[in-house]
Structures are given as C-alpha cells and as structure tokens.
C-alpha cells in the first residue's frame, strides 16, 4: 500500500468575515476566564465618590466571581447591529419590529419632555407611536447602532439571517459576552479601573450629555467623547480583542435571563443562564449610562418586549462543524 501523501495543513479560520448584510464578526478563541465582579462598596466608594451607597451595594448580583470556560470559539459582531443593517433586514424579510406591530411604539428624547413633572421620572418620552427603530428622538444615520429593539426583534434577525446563511445567529450568553468584553482583562474596563479612561474607549454619559439632564450632571464624566447621543459605531478604539463599542454607545441584549443569585450555581462549562425568568439581561451601557454602570461585569435587565432609547443588540454567529 502506498503510504498517503500528508495532508497540507488546514489554512488557519478567518479571523474576520463579513456576512450578507455587511456585518463584520471577529473570530473569539475559545478560553478561560473570572466572570463577575466582587468589589466591595468601600472600594467603589473610592473611585465613585459622587454615587449614593445604596447603589453601590446594589451590584451583589455581580458575586460571587466564578471561573468559565468558553468550550468552542465564535464569531462576535465587532460592531452594535447598526440602523442601516436592521433596515436592511427589515425590508428584505417582511418582519414588523415589535413597537410598531404592537402600535404603543418607543421612547425618545424630547427637549421639551421634563423627567422630573413625569409620573416615573424616566429619562425619556414614551412609549409613543412617534418613536421606534427609525426614531429615537435625536438624529442617527444608517452607521449608528439601532436602538428602540426588543429581544424579541433581536431573535427575530438572528433567525432570519439563519435561514439565509446557514449558519446558526443568536444573541451571545451572557458568559460569552463579557469574556469578548473583558478580552483577557480582568480590571472594571479593558483599559483599566480608572472611570476616566472610558473617554477615550467608550461613548457613555458625559459633559457633553449631561447638558441635556443637568439633573444628573455629578454622574457625568467630567469631559468630552466627542458625542452628546449616540455615535457612528466603530468611532472609539477597540478592545484586545478587536471589538467595538462593547462598552457604551448601546446596551446590548444578551441570551439569557437574570437571576441575581445564578453565579452561585453556574456551571463551569458554556454557562447559559438560568432556564427560565421573566427578564432578560442587556450589558455594557450605552451613550447615557454612568461609569459605574459601563463597568464589563455589570449586569441589567428588562422583560423581552422591552424597547428603549438606549438598548440595542450585537448578534453572534457560531462557528460550524467544520470550523468555519
Ligand atoms: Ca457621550
Ligand atoms: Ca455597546
């Protein structure tokens, strides 16, 4: 018998694809890491002088810190989904985002709205019909990220670009998500501990945010990012591992659902959250979220129907059976 001949070596995977739409993904090896935070409120008092206690013991759902491992790599949005892109899905598929099928529509941001004469002294106007995907009350081009989804609409373009791909989209874990957010750090933000340092990494809530709820001007950060609401995606540095805006800009809906007490009982192996709940959990803040809340271990929720002028999604595709 003929020995055979060797095998060329397999061509390493691409470490960036782009899909149908013009989605880029980067390729997250699979690994280890801590997930959660336990930092005591003495220690954030430290470096968020300006935030009452309350709120700083409010994060125990952060604790206990566990070890996961991420057991097969994947392929994560470098950006938020973007308005452009969710147009595009939109029109080719028929689907009617949830704010408008529904007819009660978003939020948005009104100048003339006052927080403080509303009844629940929410940030925004709504929910309103005038408010959706395509209005969030302030100008956004095609290259910002898409705010006003729900989980459900989320769910509703994954599976819609499963079908025609393929290959299998869907919202990350939330294990998935902050190990590409913490991109082998293990510090508040990827750049470090210091709030400051998001000025430079993240658009989050600033001087120049703060002109439009000066209520809240001591949670600003003293400073500019350079954008008052949100920001083309891709518009601040990357993160270790070459992926953008994970803090700020937009929260983003992950898969799973909250329970403040699941990281007592996660399993070591490819966590998903616990198997049922009536919220699911959003990460990373957005253009209007404080630095304590923009941290990579924070964690937030609302029901799946949810929609909000801060909340939007970045989708994963998995890699296949043949690596690819
Ligand atoms: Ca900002
Ligand atoms: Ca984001």
Redesign the pocket.
Known sequence: MQPQPSQPPLPAPPRIIENSLGMKFVRVPAGEFLMGSDESPEALAQDYPQYERKRLADLADEAPVHRVRITRPFYLGQH?VTVGQFRQFVAASGYIPESIADGTGGYGYNPAYDPAKSARGDAFEGRDPKYSWRNPGFAQDDTH?VLNVTWNDAVAMSQWLSKQEGHTYRLPSEAEWEYACRAGSRTRYPGGNNPQSLLQTANIFDADAAKNWPAWQAYALPGHDGYAFTAPVGSFKPNALGLY????????WTADWHDENYYARSPLNDPQGPADGTVRVRR???WHTWALYARCSYRNWNSPQTRYTLV?M?LLREVDEAGN
């Open positions: 938020e990220p805006d994970m803090l700020g800009n937009a929260w983003e990373g803040g957005s939007g970045r």
